[in-house]
DNA sequence: ATGGGTCATAGTTTTTATCTATTATTCTAC
DNA sequence: GTAGAATAATAGATAAAAACTATGACCCAT
């Protein structure tokens, strides 16, 4: 069996004429009548009782053809879900971001993305990088928002920006009254860290010299399992903290006895990126996505101009 | 699109694994591979996400296997219906029967139809000759049992039996000391007959050597409009009339002041015959319907041995 | 009878599907 | 890291299916 013949079984039962039916289908009468005959022969039943004259469908031919109908139908409903899937920016996109870069970013882009691409659903969830790397492994999310470098063969990335980690320490702090920061003065300060598994920790230690102290307990014990949190223990006096520059933005960040002021450093950036699988079909939507980002980013973060080069692609095109 | 896709695809959905998928289809990879490439084309939307080492469907792909699995439910039952009515004794029988014959043949064979083909199911209707005919070519009866020799091209005929007619006469009538009735004594009596349209009204006449005097009234007024008032008005004493054998078995056969003579004249009987479109399909089950009838007719009748002559045929076989 | 209309058949060509062999890629194991 | 196993994609050849044109058989109407 075949749609083809559904199709042309459906012709003839509302013509009751091989030869319409057959122009009706775009094919000649013979190709009609022998398709006919053949899925006759295959099914072991009459569908129509046909003579020179006249061509009458059978109870059994009634009966498929109410199936054949809804089998028409079916199909129907698949290419229409197809057509309006064709857009590649149709259809939920699946975004996780870690939890120091959503926040403050998510904000600065859903309503910009809503007016540019009103049918485009987010699903977003919040993880550290290596959960969403599992999930995009795991095809439960479609691309991730990392700021850490990824190098999997399976995995590709679109970078986004480089965004300068600023100093937060208490308004009671000497800091106070310099503009810039240097290295030599985060060796003075007690700095408070995110919960393991967060990239910004990591990061941090990093921008400071410090090795990495997991496991040894007593600044574990001031980590904090969030920015937010991490920020109320600065402005409490407990000491100071790294923060990402987007994440200056939000309300706390005057009248809160905080002060942030940028460092005065080279390397100290991380650079945000859209990581996605190779083989994720919707690439479009995402450098859509990638595009409003950069679009709608504040003077505070430096977007990526070059783009990364193209690596040698699975497929050629 | 075509059923053969579906199949693949929903193997593929089933299995993650295009080499198992095909196997369990019985193609090699290449091809499964092949097709599915190809309707997503024509979809213009990609199903599978897949690299050498996976497969996931996508959204979009789980949707459209939703329908798939539906269209394929539909064409099984398309199947399963087909299969169930190969028997061509399947499905109903749709016969009329004239009504001079029907209520005296049917209770003959309706119980020995059921013994031999329970699955058989008969739909009857009683109409004259013309109706019928016009049924016939309407295609709202199968078939027609009718006493009157048809040709007509587009129409078959299995002729069944010769049914002799027998004079039916008041018990106070004259003959009533005759063993047979011969064309001198027809001559004698007061003849009844049937309405019009009634082939068993121009039948008599034909046998009595009565020109046909539709149209004049004076007879027409002692027309009935079925055998049983016929014998009814013979019983209250108006006159005789001409029975055909079968209808001699019913339950005023004695005892309700009609007697019933056998006619001694060579051409008195009409030919039974079942009459359908050349074009019907399930010859066979009428084969079959004949049969039954030819096993179970009473001796008062003489079959048809010689089956009709095979005429030219519209195809060869 | 004859001609028009209609479905079936025959034979050929075109299109489609399939196969085998091979390639490219990536994960795993040593 | 490198070799090997696994897996889907590609290429080219072959087989199968479906399409077309031309023709035939038949019925009906004139």
Known sequence: MNLRDLKYIISVAETRHFGKASERCFVSQPTLSGQIKKLEEELGVIIFERTNRSVEITPIGEAIMAHAYRILEQVGAIQQLALAHQDPLAGPLRIGAIPTL?????????????????????VLSEEMTDILLGRLHNFEIDAALLATPVDEQSLDVIPLFDEPFW???????????????????????????????????????????????????????????????????????FGSTLVPALALRGSWAS??????????????????????RKSYPGRKALDEF????????????????ARKPVKKRTRPP
Do not use: W
């Open 102 to 122: 959503s926040p403050y970013l998510m904000p600065l882009i859903l309503m910009p993305l809503k007016k540019q691409h009103p049918q485009m659903k987010l």
């Open 167 to 237: 100093l937060a320490y208490p308004r009671e702090h000497p800091f106070y009254y310099k503009d810039e920061i240097s290295r030599s003065d985060l060796d003075k300060t007690e700095l408070l860290l995110l919960s393991e598994g967060h990239c910004l920790a990591k990061q941090a230690m990093d921008v400071c010299h410090l090795k990495d102290r997991k496991g040894q307990g007593d600044m574990a014990d001031l980590r904090a399992s969030s920015l937010e949190t991490l920020l109320q223990l600065v402005g409490a006096g």
């Open 255 to 276: 009248g809160s006895g905080i002060v942030a002021r940028k460092l005065n450093l080279k390397d100290a950036y991380r650079r945000v990126s859209l990581v996605f």
């Open 290 to 305: 990638a595009r409003v980002i950069l679009e709608n980013l504040p003077d505070t973060v430096s977007p990526v101009i």
